[in-house]
């Protein structure tokens, strides 16, 4: 694989004005961010790097281009929500500056009989 960073490709606005969707993609698609503004203020609803393409800084691109999105916008913050147990992204967000702001239990109904 090249050391080149792919280009950020601006796929299409999803839903309604205020969100992003943007991947990295060279011959197939190697990651993706989606990012959705609201009255001033921004949220990383997802964000996914193919394991392969992992350590070449295509995660870093992605957050970077989702935070300028953001700012040109005139967001104030931005929250993102991550697994306690994912290093790996807990790594990239603290690295990017973001700080965590509380700790959330996830919680599930089976919906069977």
Not at 8 to 14: A, D, E, G, R, S
Not at 48 to 70: C, M
Request: include cysteine; proline fraction near 2%.
């Amino acid at each position: 694989m090249s050391e080149e960073i792919a280009k950020l490709t601006l796929l299409v606005p999803l839903f309604e004005e205020g969100r992003l969707v943007c991947s990295v993609e060279e011959a197939a698609s190697i990651g993706h961010v989606v990012v959705m503004e609201v009255d001033g203020h921004g949220e990383i609803c997802d964000m996914w790097v193919k394991p392969e393409y992992r350590g070449w800084h295509y995660g870093s691109r992605l957050l970077e281009t989702a935070i300028q999105w953001l700012r040109d916008r005139g967001c104030e913050d931005v929250v993102l929500h991550v697994e306690t147990d994912n290093k790996v992204a807990l790594h990239l967000y603290r690295k990017a500056g973001f700080t965590e702001t509380r700790k959330e239990y996830h919680m599930r109904r089976l919906l069977g009989e």
